[in-house]
């Protein structure tokens, strides 16, 4: 059996044809053998690599990137995700095009896309804004090939939005899979999704509902904790309602970090900002209100401050299934003692961690590299037997 054979069977099994020319944005509006075709094509992806083998795919095009929120591994992962399949990248700093003089957002995406792939954006930090941008980034570039503007249609990945982190979470779950020996094994595994204390207002509510909307698609046992009045996307929570009955798992609400961490298999604590709090964010923001959003953020600073005894502990590790759980973060963590006073997570467990944290960061650039690759290979199958056969180094030692 060759390296691919496993992975070329598994795809085999799959029905993901509709991918094909498509976006990948919110992880619930694919399928579960779409989820599993990005896992498997990620996984055949990083096998061809360790074993030095060149997996590009293209001899030319552009991967465009545009973040407009700070970012280090997505950043880095998407960069990463387009030149191992063979594309160039180039940022879109939108302080040095012409957005700033009125160029609309059907001309910024068509100018753009000329020789362009791939888009990555993000854009997480407005309720109702992210995700409906990107959409029209879509819709626009989509319109641009049919009027016969661009050569191709690029393909639109959501690198985090408002509503979703599909990479992360994907790579999360990839991380899981492997931990745990299988998408199978995840069957039945408790996952305490729990709000953390942060020293900082304001994190995106998109990595809980990435989360809770795609690990419930496992048959897990997903646990939303958070201390009253973080409530994350109502609409979220029915998507998971809804994965937990179709998979035979359970999605169940607490107000206590404990009962979340009570004989977990697996534990993210993460801090992230009210849904209210977000929604009325956003408004003050579009009304120009900058004394409104100073007046928000003492506000809930003073509420995050009220709850500093939700942080993920030692000794709250040690009510986990058999004192081991996995513990999960998207980084960077607020860690106490080092990064902040009092943060979300205790710095010996932080450390404890350490590896496996990174080896669950590893796993982005190769997720991101296989929602590409699968909407722009038509016969995935018969591409990854023919990266093998050719045994083209990707380095040359």
Not at 30 to 46: G, M, Y
Not at 277 to 294: P, Q, S, W
Not at 379 to 387: M, S, T
Request: hydrophobic share 35%; glycine share 6%.
């Amino acid at each position: 059996m060759t390296l691919m054979d496993k992975h070329i069977n598994e795809l085999n099994q799959l029905d993901f044809s509709k991918m094909y020319n498509d976006d990948f944005m919110e992880t619930w509006k694919k399928s579960d053998d779409e989820l599993k075709a990005v896992f498997t094509v990620a996984e055949a992806l990083r096998d061809l690599r360790k074993n030095n083998i060149s997996t590009k795919i293209f001899d030319s095009g552009l991967g465009i990137s545009l973040f407009r929120d700070n970012s280090t591994r997505t950043r880095f992962s998407f960069a990463s995700a387009c030149n191992l399949l063979g594309l160039e990248v180039q940022d879109l700093d939108e302080g040095k095009s012409q957005v700033a003089h009125g160029e609309t957002v059907r001309e910024t995406a068509n100018m753009v896309s000329f020789m362009a792939d791939v888009i990555g954006i993000r854009d997480d930090m407005y309720i109702g804004k992210g995700n409906t941008y990107m959409r029209e980034v879509s819709k626009a570039v989509r319109e641009g090939y049919e009027e016969g503007t661009l050569e191709q249609i690029p393909t639109l990945v959501d690198l985090q939005c408002d509503i979703d982190h599909p990479t992360q979470a994907m790579a999360d779950a990839l991380h899981l899979i492997n931990e745990f020996g299988g998408i199978e094994n995840l069957k039945g595994k408790k996952v305490a999704m729990t709000w953390a204390y942060s020293p900082s207002y304001g994190k995106p509510l998109s990595v809980p509902q990435g989360i809770i909307g795609l690990l419930t698609r496992f048959g897990m046992d997903v646990v939303l904790a958070h201390p009253e009045g973080y409530e994350v996307m109502p609409e979220v929570e029915e998507v998971a309602k809804k994965n937990a009955e179709l998979s035979g798992g359970k999605f169940t609400k607490t107000n206590s970090m404990e009962e979340a961490f009570k004989d977990a298999d697996i534990v993210y604590p993460k801090s992230w900002a009210p849904f209210v709090a977000m929604e009325k964010r956003t408004e003050l923001y579009g009304n120009g209100d900058f004394d409104g959003i100073k007046e928000l953020e003492k506000e809930l600073l003073a509420q995050n401050a009220e709850h500093k005894d939700w942080q993920c502990t030692e000794e709250l590790m040690k009510t986990t299934k058999n004192g081991e759980a996995l513990y999960l973060h998207c980084l960077p963590a607020d860690i106490t003692g080092v990064s902040c006073e009092t943060g979300e997570v205790d710095a010996s467990v932080f450390d404890r961690y350490r590896k496996p944290l990174y080896k669950e960061a590893s796993y982005k650039p190769y997720v991101i590299a296989a929602m590409i690759f699968l909407s722009k290979v038509k016969n995935p199958q018969e591409v990854l037997a023919k990266l093998e056969e050719a045994k083209k180094d990707r380095q040359v030692k």
